[in-house]
């Protein structure tokens, strides 16, 4: 059972085959990649190819930036500019298996650090759904700069 229940507001959806040396798409066609295991993890590293890791930071560093944007206007504060920076690596686990981790960079050039900060922290803490997701599940690191 989820630990928190939602009212679905969208829904996106993506089938893939072939796994890390695959391709996967979705069903409204608007992402289609191949996907190629990178030579440092043991793979073929094929050119023109992304990685499961590469669309989780790019995801996650629209939905933070988007989640941002969100809390700033209810704070009447600019962040028009702000650039989201998510670094994703995967590696093996301590447990055994393996995870992912995040260093999250945000740079806000319209605000003092400590007005950028504050904004982050409640985007990360109470707004942005990656954060929810993700929130004690992996090794998280937020920096953020401002003016």
Do not use: W
């Not at 059972?1 to 409204?28: C, F, Q, W, Y």
Request: glycine fraction near 12%; charge should be neutral.
């Amino acid at each position: 059972m989820a630990a928190h229940t939602i009212k679905p507001l969208v829904t996106a959806v993506a089938n893939s085959t072939g796994g890390r040396n695959g391709h996967s798409e979705t069903t409204d066609k608007s992402v289609s990649v191949n996907l190629s295991v990178r030579k440092e993890m043991g793979g073929p590293g094929l050119p023109n190819t992304t990685t499961p890791e590469h669309l989780f930071a790019a995801g996650y560093a629209a939905c933070f930036g988007g989640a941002l944007d969100f809390v700033a206007k209810q704070h009447k504060k600019d962040v028009s500019g702000a650039v989201v920076t998510c670094e994703t690596s995967v590696g093996p686990r301590e447990g055994g298996g393996f995870g992912i981790s995040v260093k999250m960079h945000v740079k806000c050039p319209n605000l003092s650090t400590a007005e950028a900060e504050a904004l982050v922290h409640e985007t990360h803490e109470k707004v942005c759904p990656y954060s929810h997701a993700t929130r004690g599940n992996i090794d998280m690191q937020v920096e953020v700069e401002g003016r």
